[in-house]
Structures are given as C-alpha cells and as structure tokens.
C-alpha cells in the first residue's frame, strides 16, 4: 500500500490548478454543515431590501447569537448583585437610604427591576428572534440533506486531507463492493456512484447542533412563561394552626404580570407538629440535625386528608405548587389579665430569630378587653425577647446558648396607652410601637420589665393586671408556597442543551470514497480519500483502518515499476510488508 503526493509546477499552473480542484470538489466539499454562507454584501448597491437582507442576516448568523446570549448573561449580573424590587422591597428601600447617590441612576437604568426593564427585554426578545431565524433554514436544510445521498466523489480524490492508493488484481467491481459492505457495516450512509463509493458518517453532529439552539428557545419561552405567571407567597404557622391557599392566608405574597388570583391552586393544611433536633458536641455544635414538619393536608374544597412530612428541600407538591419549609422560630403562650382577674388575652406569640442560637424578638399586643385599675379601657403592649437556652441570671445578657429548649427564659417590658392600630397605617405584629404608649413604672421610676421561666406570672405595678408565661411553649414553622410554571420544561431544555452541545463538539461529520478503476495495464488502481468539517487526525485514522481492512479484501499487486527478479542478497526489513 502506498500513497500518492501531488506534482510541482510553476506558480501560474498552481493557481489555475488550485481553482480548478475546487471547483471540481463541488458538492463534494459542500453541506458537511447546515451553517449558511455569510457573502460580503456590495455596499454601493444595497437599497432598503438589501440593507433589511443584509440586517436580518447578520441577526440570525451565530455570531451575533453567541453576543447577545453574552449579553444576557452580563445583564443578570446587577440583578443578582442591586436589590430587585419585585423581591425584597425592604432592601431595595434601605439601598436608597444608604446610596443617595447612586439610586436615581439605578432608577433611570432600571436596575431595581432588571428581569423586566426595557433593555434586558430587547436582548431577551433579539436573542429569540436570532435563535428561530438562524434554526428555520437549517432544519429544513439539513432535512433535505438526509433525504438526499452522499455527494460524488471529486475527479482529482488526491487534493483531500487523507488520501491512500493501490493496486490490486481484483476487479473494479469487486473492489467498489466489497467497499460498499464495509461502509455500510461501519455505519457510513454509503451508495455507489459511477466508478466511486461514496459514504457519509457523522450526522448526529448536526442533530446535536440543532437540538442545542431548540433547546435554548425552549429555555427562553419557559423562562419567560414562568416569570409571567409565576407567584411565590410565605406564611409563617403556629403549631396546630392551619392555612388555605387564598391571597388573604398569606403573609407576603408577590407574582408574575400575568398571575391572576384564580390560578392558586385550591388546597389547605394544617402544621401538627414541628421536630427539630441540633449537634450537641464538636465544632458543629448548634448546627440542625433534623428539621421536619408533620401536616395534614387535602387538595381541593372537599378533598380526602392526607398526612406528609416536609422536609428541607422535600417539600410538599399539590397540582403545580411546591409548599417548601424555609424557616423556623419559637411561639411561647403568653396569658395577659386586667386588673379584674379577667383574661384579655391567651394565645401562642410567634418570635422572630435573630441568630443561630434562635435567640428571638417579638411583640405581645392587647388590643381589646383589657381595663386597668381605675375602670378605663387602654391597649397593652410588651416588648419581648425570647430565649430557648439561658446562660443564666448574672452570666450575660438575654443572648441564647444553643437552639433547643433546655433553658427558656421569656423578657417582657410592659406599656400601655394607644398601639395605634386604628390610625390606618401598616405596622409589623413583630413590633411595638411606642410612640402613643406610656411606660409601666417600677420602683425606681424606671421602665418596668422583668425575666420570666415557664409557669411564672409578671405582676403589672398599681395593680394593672399580669402577665403569664405558661409551661406550654409552641413551635412555628416557615413555609414558601410557589407556583412555578414552565419549570418542567426549563429542566428539559437544559438537559437537552447539554446533549446536544456534546454532540456537536465530540462527534465530527466526515466524508470518505472508495474509487476503483482499471488502469492502462489492466491491473485496478484502487484510490481512498477522506474529508471532515474541520482539520482533525480522527480522518486519517478512521481512513487508514477502512484502507487496512479493504487491503486484507483487495490485496496489493506488484507495480510495474518493480524488478521481478529478487536479488539473493537483498535482505527485507524486519516488520516491511512485501510489495
């Protein structure tokens, strides 16, 4: 077996030569790609229908594709980095406190709601238009590509990458299908065609390609679904406390534009009992072990109870909506009496965590039915802090040791007067409002407040009532109610990206003939060439293996060159194949 090189000439033949060989690969050297040919427009000639050509053109080529998916990314970046309004109001607010400066350019910018400013929707909407521009045409290309056969083989076979020769006793035809055979059972899409085998391999490239760019649209079109009909609420419940998927049950609700109140999905449930368990020793201590939240729920109005667990990050899913367990706090029972010996108020109180040790803030409002120690009707209000494990009287403030409950300890400082609730602005139930309250007095003239364990009572001075802290103290739990529509299908675009990208860097897309003729002495010359899409040592290998077994099929024949006379002293190389 040996191969052929091409012969010099001057520089003038070389050219002609040059153009001439590739005009002769033709189809031969075409369609290895569905990518379009970009031609350098003719400027002076361009009118209105040239330029609009001409702009269409370069917004579906990949070039353009890969900047504005560059630019996507880049402007996500401030929406991940600048409070978004449509998140967290409250830090958006506190930015602009702290950034007196900077906020009415982020304003202007949009910067505060970038996933639905003017600019970040212009790329979002380009990007889409380039992806179906530039897949349209090379969908239905490459369809017709498979409903066609693999091109000819060129006239000069020796102008390609990878090129091997010999000749053999076999006849052309044998040669041509024994080579067909071998294609075929390679899996090459192979046919004759004229005096040449002609076999293709490699389409799952261009497959994996497409099925990159239509798994991108799939993204964007559930991106953007999701973001339009999306919602997203939180609710925080007391043990034994229930919820029902209405607008008024949560406590903080936003969605997408295009949520409307109708698409809540209709189910309730009912927290049972909240378990969560810490590390007691080593450098993890305090850290949670277990935290999982036993409810009931149903489905619909008049659906069958069921029982479920909720875990962090097994959350709760009922018809298109994920109830996640996000947070959690403790609730002691606070029983408040007037002056009487009534009670006006006995209820669980949520507190709100400050730290990992769950030491925690809250505020205890009475509201109505209470009268002080002269008959005249008043509110009550106590600041309370709250801590599950005390360090102690005289071993430091009311900061909590560990997470769990080994050593409750509940600070109350009392008020009285007017909590405002009536003035129609919005306040927090985690805070009290002092402004129109009076401080209870102690002895000292100064603000009455005291420590409470479980079981005890906090006598109001003058007589003004009490205030117990009882034995039973309730946990409360957390949870985020999401409705994400298009998820499912984001998920599988993602996944399909991924494929096809893979497929399309890792499998390359090549060509390769088997030309067989007979030559002026009679004896058949047999020629293989092969072509990829680009530059890669996987042709010459896979073209060397096809020649080696073909070889085995069509063995060589001596050249007419060769002297058939052996010189006795001429001793072959160890390994070298006999000519």
């Given at each position: 077996m040996s191969t052929t090189d091409t012969g010099k000439g001057t520089a003038a033949q070389d050219d002609n030569t040059a153009v001439r060989d590739d005009n002769e690969l033709g189809a031969a050297g075409s369609q290895l790609s569905t990518a379009p040919r970009e031609d350098a427009p003719n400027l002076p000639s361009l009118g209105v229908i040239g330029w609009a050509r001409w702009f269409w053109r370069q917004l579906t080529s990949m070039r353009v594709a890969l900047l504005l998916?560059?630019?996507?990314?880049?402007?996500?970046?401030?929406?991940?980095?600048?409070?978004?309004?449509?998140?967290?109001?409250?830090?958006?607010?506190?930015?602009?406190?702290?950034?007196?400066?900077?906020?009415?350019?982020?304003?202007?910018?949009?910067?505060?709601?970038?996933?639905?400013?003017?600019?970040?929707?212009?790329?979002?909407?380009?990007?889409?238009?380039?992806?179906?521009?530039?897949?349209?045409?090379?969908?239905?290309?490459?369809?017709?590509?498979?409903?066609?056969?693999?091109?000819?083989?060129?006239r000069r076979?020796?102008?390609?990458?990878?090129?091997?020769?010999?000749?053999?006793?076999?006849?052309?035809?044998?040669?041509?299908?024994?080579?067909?055979?071998?294609?075929?059972?390679?899996?090459?899409?192979a046919h004759t065609a004229g005096d040449a085998v002609a076999a293709e391999k490699g389409y799952l490239r261009e497959v994996g390609n497409l099925a990159f760019h239509i798994a991108l649209i799939v993204m964007l079109i559930a991106f953007a679904w999701g973001q339009l009909f999306k919602s997203e609420g939180n609710k925080l419940i007391i043990e034994g406390d229930g919820f029902a998927n209405t607008l008024t049950q949560y406590d903080d609700f936003k969605s997408g534009n295009l949520f409307s109140n109708?698409?809540?999905?209709?189910?309730?449930?009912?927290?049972?009992?909240?378990?969560?368990?810490?590390?007691?020793?080593?450098?993890?201590?305090?850290?949670?072990?277990?935290?999982?939240?036993?409810?009931?729920?149903?489905?619909?109005?008049?659906?069958?109870?069921?029982?479920?667990?909720?875990?962090?990050?097994?959350?709760?899913?009922?018809?298109?909506?994920?109830?996640?367990?996000v947070s959690h706090g403790?609730?002691?029972?606070?029983?408040?009496?007037?002056?009487?010996?009534?009670?006006?108020?006995?209820?669980?109180?949520?507190?709100?965590?400050?730290?990992?040790?769950?030491?925690?803030?809250?505020?205890?409002?009475?509201?109505?039915?209470?009268?002080?120690?002269?008959?005249q009707k008043e509110q009550l209000g106590f600041n309370?802090?709250?801590?599950?494990?005390?360090?102690?009287?005289?071993?430091?403030?009311?900061?909590?040791?560990?997470?769990?409950?080994?050593?409750?300890?509940?600070?109350l400082s009392a008020y009285h007067g007017d909590l405002g609730v009536n003035s129609g602005l919005p306040q927090s139930v985690y805070q009290l409002d002092t402004k129109n309250m009076k401080e209870?007095?102690?002895?000292?003239?100064?603000?009455?407040?005291?420590r409470l364990l479980p079981?005890?009572?906090?006598?109001?001075?003058?007589?003004?009532?009490?205030?117990?802290?009882?034995?039973d103290i309730k946990e409360w739990a957390g949870f985020q109610v999401t409705q994400q529509p298009g998820s499912g299908w984001a998920l599988a675009g993602a996944l399909t990206a991924i494929f096809g990208l893979a497929a399309s860097l890792f499998i390359q897309r090549r060509r390769v003939w088997v030309r067989a003729t007979a030559g002026p002495d009679g004896v058949t010359v047999v020629e293989m060439a092969g072509l990829g899409r680009s530059e890669s040592a996987k042709v010459p290998e896979e073209l060397g293996d096809l020649a080696a077994i073909l070889y085995d099929t069509a063995p060589g024949a001596p050249d007419p060159d060769a002297d058939p006379t052996p010189d006795p002293q001429a001793v072959p190389a160890e390994g070298a194949e006999p000519k």
């Open positions: 998916l560059f630019l996507l990314s880049l402007g996500a970046i401030p929406g991940s980095l600048i409070p978004q309004s449509g998140t967290d109001e409250m830090k958006v607010e506190k930015f602009a406190q702290d950034h007196e400066t900077l906020t009415p350019i982020y304003e202007k910018l949009g910067l505060f709601h970038v996933y639905s400013s003017v600019w970040f929707s212009a790329i979002y909407i380009l990007l889409f238009v380039s992806l179906i521009g530039c897949i349209v045409p090379r969908t239905w290309q490459f369809v017709g590509q498979l409903r066609g056969r693999p091109p000819g083989a060129p076979l020796t102008r390609l990458p990878a090129y091997t020769t010999w000749r053999t006793e076999a006849e052309p035809e044998q040669v041509r299908e024994a080579a067909l055979t071998l294609l075929k059972k390679r899996r090459f899409r109708d698409n809540l999905n209709p189910f309730s449930f009912t927290l049972k009992d909240f378990k969560g368990t810490y590390a007691r020793t080593g450098p993890n201590r305090g850290t949670p072990r277990i935290y999982e939240a036993a409810v009931n729920y149903s489905e619909g109005a008049d659906g069958e109870e069921k029982t479920r667990t909720i875990e962090v990050n097994e959350p709760l899913k009922i018809d298109g909506s994920n109830v996640y367990l403790y609730a002691p029972v606070v029983t408040v009496r007037d002056a009487k010996g009534d009670v006006v108020f006995s209820q669980a109180v949520p507190m709100l965590p400050l730290d990992a040790n769950v030491t925690s803030s809250g505020a205890i409002k009475v509201l109505d039915g209470y009268t002080n120690a002269k008959g309370a802090f709250f801590v599950p494990t005390f360090a102690g009287a005289g071993q430091g403030q009311m900061q909590s040791q560990f997470p769990a409950l080994d050593f409750p300890v509940l600070a209870f007095k102690d002895s000292k003239g100064e603000l009455f407040k005291q079981g005890e009572t906090m006598k109001l001075p003058n007589g003004a009532g009490s205030v117990t802290f009882e034995k």
